[in-house]
């Protein structure tokens, strides 16, 4: 869970809250450069070509000045968690692509070439950043990941608001695959409600698992449980074993 700016100020130490400082100040200044015509035409080109196009290209507008150098708040988030400890680590590097406004070339950047505490600070905070649907990418890498860290951060309020019917229902069981508490997807009770063919998926999983002598995960029958139409029972998870008189 992401902490705010004043509960980090509370934990924090002196040092570690005048690098804080420090580095929200660069994010701001970075995002508060004056846009330019470049800017311009990359804002008209997105509404053709989409706003991933623009993303690259403003944020290659953005660091002009200095082209063989990544922005320093970028520098500044991969330092966060030496600085102000790992337990913040996620809540400072959030804080910072908040700060900076990060444009999608930043966030694709800082996503491949981040440690997984990096990566998964990127998921985390996607809903927080004006990206539209552009950075879906990102979330189908993490869900293609078995680092249950990433997964978890991939189900969050983005792609509860992002992704398609189809790469939402495989992100659930992907979850369940891995182990992920099907809590951490977001919206999971109004995306699920009703879907007949998730409610199939978690039938079927449950069968395999049934028939091959394994649990079925309580929570697969929780997410099965949601399935169901307001007012309506949920579906069985599996055909119940026959018994010694059948």
Same mark, same amino acid.
């Given at each position: 869970?992401?902490?705010?700016?004043?509960?980090?100020?509370?934990?924090?130490?002196?040092?570690?809250?005048a690098?804080?400082d420090?580095?929200l100040? *660069? $994010? #701001?200044? %970075?995002? &508060?450069?004056?846009?330019? /015509? !470049?800017? =311009? +035409?990359? @804002?008209? *080109? $997105? #509404?053709? %070509?989409? &706003?991933?196009?623009?993303? /690259? !290209?403003? =944020? +290659?507008? @953005?660091?002009? $000045?200095?082209?063989?150098?990544?922005?320093?708040?970028?520098?500044?988030?991969? +330092?966060a968690?030496?600085?102000?400890?790992?337990?913040?680590?996620?809540?400072?590097?959030?804080?910072?692509?908040?700060?900076?406004?990060a444009?999608?070339?930043s966030?694709?950047?800082?996503?491949?070439?981040?440690?997984?505490?990096?990566?998964?600070?990127?998921?985390?905070?996607?809903?927080?950043?004006?990206?539209?649907?552009?950075?879906?990418?990102?979330?189908?890498?993490?869900?293609?990941?078995n680092?249950?860290?990433?997964?978890?951060?991939?189900?969050?309020?983005?792609?509860?608001?992002?992704?398609?019917?189809?790469?939402?229902?495989?992100?659930?069981?992907?979850?369940?695959?891995?182990?992920?508490p099907?809590a951490a997807?977001?919206?999971l009770?109004?995306?699920?409600?009703?879907?007949?063919?998730?409610a199939?998926?978690?039938?079927?999983?449950?069968?395999?698992?049934t028939?091959?002598g394994?649990?079925?995960?309580e929570?697969?029958?929780?997410?099965?449980?949601?399935?169901?139409?307001a007012?309506?029972?949920?579906?069985?998870?599996?055909?119940?074993?026959?018994?010694?008189?059948?």
């Amino acid at each position: 869970m992401l902490t705010s700016r004043e509960e980090l100020d509370a934990e924090l130490g002196e040092a570690a809250r005048a690098w804080l400082d420090a580095a929200l100040a *660069e $994010a #701001a200044d %970075d995002a &508060a450069r004056p846009q330019t /015509a !470049a800017d =311009d +035409a990359t @804002r008209s *080109e $997105a #509404a053709a %070509d989409g &706003a991933a196009r623009s993303g /690259a !290209a403003a =944020d +290659a507008s @953005r660091t002009a $000045a200095s082209p063989y150098a990544s922005p320093s708040w970028e520098l500044r988030y991969a +330092a966060a968690g030496r600085h102000c400890g790992q337990r913040h680590a996620d809540s400072v590097r959030s804080l910072l692509l908040v700060e900076a406004r990060a444009p999608l070339a930043s966030i694709t950047r800082l996503y491949e070439q981040g440690t997984a505490a990096e990566r998964r600070a990127v998921l985390l905070t996607l809903h927080l950043l004006d990206l539209g649907d552009t950075a879906l990418p990102l979330v189908e890498d993490a869900l293609r990941a078995n680092d249950t860290r990433l997964v978890a951060a991939a189900v969050g309020p983005y792609a509860a608001d992002h992704l398609a019917p189809h790469a939402w229902r495989h992100a659930v069981l992907k979850c369940l695959f891995t182990e992920v508490p099907v809590a951490a997807v977001a919206r999971l009770a109004d995306r699920s409600r009703g879907d007949t063919e998730l409610a199939r998926m978690l039938t079927d999983f449950a069968a395999e698992r049934t028939a091959a002598g394994r649990p079925v995960p309580e929570d697969l029958r929780t997410a099965l449980a949601l399935t169901a139409p307001a007012g309506h029972p949920a579906p069985p998870t599996a055909a119940p074993a026959p018994t010694e008189e059948s």
